[in-house]
Nanobody, 121 residues
Framework: QVQVVESGGGVVQAGDSLRLSCAAS????????MGWYRQPPGKPRELVAT???????VYASSVKGRFTISRDNAKMTMYLQMNSLKPEDTSVYYC???????????????WGQGTQVTVSS
């Protein structure tokens, strides 16, 4: 059974920092691309950043230079360091993990339950 669990959300003021974590767990899994997405109130879910198992990263233009995505492959854990937070960063942040099971090439996508980030002005 695969589990994806986020943590680290909260309420902060503009200019503050937060660090989100996402841990994947399960037996005989190979984790590929991991990513953070967010869904502001009344808007569709959008990409924040992704990282593959070689450390190659992609960022949304709105967060580039302020957010840093990283991962620990041995722990199957991903992080999002968010600096210089703005009120428009307020959203539910979701972790996405793409993985395969050992012995199979079929790729699966799992989502975490989401963690709320609220930035007040």
């Amino acid at each position: 059974q695969v589990q994806v669990v986020e943590s680290g959300g909260g309420v902060v003021q503009a200019g503050d920092s937060l660090r989100l974590s996402c841990a994947a767990s399960g037996s005989d899994i190979n984790v590929g691309i991991m990513g953070w997405y967010r869904q502001p109130p009344g808007k569709p879910r959008e990409l924040v950043a992704t990282i593959n198992d070689d450390g190659y990263t992609v960022y949304a233009s709105s967060v580039k230079g302020r957010f840093t995505i990283s991962r620990d492959n041995a722990k199957m854990t991903m992080y999002l360091q968010m600096n210089s937070l703005k009120p428009e960063d307020t959203s539910v942040y979701y972790c996405n993990v793409e993985l395969t099971f050992q012995g199979s090439s079929l790729q699966y996508s799992y989502w975490g339950q989401g963690t709320q980030v609220t930035v007040s002005s």
